[in-house]
């Protein structure tokens, strides 16, 4: 994971930066929209570590992909391909228990 390679003192000017990468948030989009990319699984991994470091601006970065991680976990539901929906099922429910447990 990318945060295990940062020293804590770099994490606020890491997630300052992050947050300004406009072409790195419409690539993230890309990725969850697409279920069956293999990329899916360590988009949503990292999005998680995000949220889990408690660094306020990660914990934002993570929450705009909310909305749509939430409507593509529905998406993928409904069509009952089950599979591809894991990581996402994971994150949500992982940022879920942060959240609430």
Known sequence: SLLYTLPETSL???ATNLKDK?????SLYKVIQEPQSELLEPVCHQLF???RSGEEQLLQFTLQFLPELIWCYLAVSASRNVHSSGCIEALLLGVYNL???
Do not use: D, G, Q, R
């Open 12 to 14: 606020p000017n890491y």
């Open 22 to 26: 406009s072409s790195l948030v419409s």
């Open 49 to 51: 570590e995000f949220y």
């Open 99 to 101: 959240v609430c447990i």
